[in-house]
């Protein structure tokens, strides 16, 4: 089992355009730093699930056939823009699992060529693709928006953004079906009041307490939140990890329960 | 004065996802002959303006501060897809000069973030920025659209994209303002019947013979196009050219006209 971070990005990414911050500054010196839209790739025994689709190489990295299956959050454009163009292909349809969202992201419903909308889940619905388990989670954001819990290789990764905090219901999903690994929305430095939309670091490492995973991960970071980690390098407990583009989880090691 | 084709593709672009046609086949063995969405840049005296921003990598080919305008065709995907990252940058706003077209794309217009959008422009209307001077000509599409008609340096570009044929009043003002390169939207191989919202190549022609531009450049290429003329290599008469990404023009040479 892999699974692969492809994208840690809030909207706008790192460097954000025109921002000569130090976190975007160090990010235009320093490939390794950038942060491309948030999405992910799980790998198992030949099935391949993308989450999200907002990389503007989607295509050239999923050629036609590479992939089972997508799993959309939502419809935001950081999410689904590599979808544009590879909806014109040719080939195999490529089958997409997301919210109920009518508006869906411009004509990208209206004109879906060979993308296959027409599997939506609802919240807490279950979806299996060859061995992996999948189970649709509301979260809290400004469009209707799913995380997902992927049971896989007797390992469990909680995939949440974006939102700001959890829906009741998800949260206690997730207390009785501990993940091993979580990724969770943290888009914002720590903030005495909730942000809109997305987590900032306090309300982060408060889910992260309350679910108590292995290891979390926080993805969709701004350049505000790097910039704020540049000055304080040492602010994260045991187990939470700022994630950056590429970085991989292997499932479960000897040991770790 | 240089003037830059970006890129010359048709929607989903050369090659297009999935597909093995000659052509597809061609462009991913040899990267020049890769089309990206099309789009143009013209340079001036220090002063730099695009033509629409359908090329994902639109932030990172122009910095902040790097464009005095953006000139936009009309808001399909392929034409806007680069503003949505940059526009929740910081620094100086870009200007967007396009016609007027409420509904925009996806969020583009109601979250413009750094992009001005508050000036469009009515056919025929005329725009000068520096020594450049701009003429919107109304085109034919399924969108509202413009072309441009860009006099500069003693020389006259008409850029003709997207379009099927022409309005009668834009090919009264382009016969009466003979210019010496047209930029001309050419989807499709030749075909009995006009196609829907762009040019097939019979139709083209026409148009070529009909203004009798110095110098004719085909652009918004589909994979059947470029498949058509790999079987095809000499069907195009003299002064007409199946233009290529990265394709340049310097202005008019001694003895053009």
């Not at 807490?124 to 992996?132: E, G, K, S």
């Not at 469009?143 to 992927?150: A, C, E, S």
């Not at 987590?199 to 993805?219: C, F, G, M, R, V």
């Not at 187990?239 to 583009?245: E, S």
Request: hydrophobic fraction near 40%; proline fraction near 7%; charged fraction near 20%.
């Amino acid at each position: 089992m892999k699974f692969t971070l492809l994208g840690s990005g809030a909207v706008g990414g790192v460097p954000l355009y025109g921002c000569d911050c130090p976190a975007c500054q160090r990010a235009r010196t320093f490939k390794d730093h950038i942060r491309r839209p948030a999405s992910a790739l799980l790998e198992y025994a030949g099935t391949r699930i993308a989450l999200d689709a907002g990389l503007a190489d989607f295509g050239q990295r999923f050629p036609s056939g590479s992939l089972d299956a997508l799993l959309l959050t939502h419809y935001h454009m950081d999410h689904v823009a590599g979808l544009f163009e590879i909806r014109w292909g040719k080939g195999a349809s490529l089958a997409v699992h997301g919210p109920v969202d009518d508006k869906g992201c411009d004509d990208l419903h209206t004109h879906h060529g060979i993308l296959d909308f027409s599997s939506t889940l609802e919240p807490f619905q279950c979806l299996v693709i060859n061995d992996i388990r999948i189970t649709a989670l509301p979260l809290i954001h400004s469009r209707p928006t799913l995380g997902y819990f992927l049971e896989v290789d007797g390992a469990r990764i909680a995939y949440l953004t974006d939102t700001v905090n959890l829906p009741a219901t998800t949260l206690a999903f997730l207390q009785s079906h501990r993940p091993d690994l979580m990724v969770l929305d943290c888009s914002h430095p720590p903030s005495d009041t909730p942000r809109r939309n997305h987590n900032d670091l306090n309300l982060a490492l408060q889910l992260h307490k309350s679910i108590a995973p292995l290891e979390t991960w926080l993805t969709h970071i701004s350049h505000d939140l790097d910039a704020w980690f540049m000055a304080h390098p040492n602010a994260l407990p045991l187990g939470v990890l700022l994630a950056h583009d590429g970085q991989i989880w292997h499932g479960l090691m000897p040991g770790d329960q």
